[in-house]
């Protein structure tokens, strides 16, 4: 083995820089050797929409990130920092790190020497053939950015269909109307019940009864 097992992790900002107490908890595995950093893009998205992209070789102290120690590797693929591109909003940023757990490498080293053998390695473990090894690595790490960037498009999702459904429901209209000479306590009371058996019968969500109760009862 000449590389651990490597993983891609992407990280999330407000602003354009790394927050200094997370630039400290990586240079704190990085350090000791717990953690190889292969390599780093970071990307910025500005207030007004412009992307701008830092990579391993930038001024990495610009985006808080230069205490980190970086042995250059190109892991990093275009596609998946297209990814995190498209999922950022205006002032935000993404560091996209690929690394290597070096303490794996050590401990099957240490294991060698002892006259031991190592019986199982991970499929995203590369070795000196390369080729097979490092494709099923740079698989995992395309999974990792398309798992992240998924889930930050499922929230997205949910917030609009949340504020569709707030829309929609603050005109709602009773099915059926108050009996003449009934009080606005009553027409209220009606309402939040048929909203009640709307989502009772599914045909609203919780999210969307929540947003729908909330819109009556501040109107």
Not at 187 to 196: G, P
């Amino acid at each position: 083995m000449d590389i651990g097992p490597l993983e891609l992790i992407v990280l999330v900002f407000p602003g354009v820089r790394a927050n200094p107490a997370v630039a400290e908890i990586l240079a704190g595995v990085v350090s000791p050797g717990y953690v190889t950093v292969l390599d780093l893009a970071f990307v910025t998205r500005t207030s007004d929409g412009n992307l701008r992209t830092t990579d391993v070789e930038g001024d990495r102290h610009e985006i808080g990130l230069g205490a980190i120690e970086i042995s250059a590797k190109p892991l990093i693929t275009k596609d998946q920092l297209d990814a995190v591109r498209d999922s950022l909003k205006p002032g935000t940023s993404a560091a996209v790190i690929a690394y290597e757990h070096s303490w794996v490498l050590r401990l099957a080293g240490t294991v060698t020497n002892a006259g031991g053998a190592i019986a199982r390695t991970a499929l995203s473990t590369g070795t000196a053939a390369g080729p097979p090894q490092r494709s099923a690595a740079r698989q995992s790490q395309q999974q990792a950015a398309a798992e992240s960037d998924a889930a930050v498009r499922e929230a997205e999702a949910e917030a609009a269909a949340a504020e569709r459904a707030a829309e929609q429901y603050s005109t709602f209209q009773p099915l059926h109307p108050p009996a003449v000479g009934a009080g606005a306590g009553d027409d209220l009371v009606s309402q939040l019940s048929e909203l009640a058996v709307l989502r009772e019968s599914g045909a609203l969500t919780q999210q969307e009864f929540e947003s729908a109760k909330s819109r009556l009862l501040n109107t």
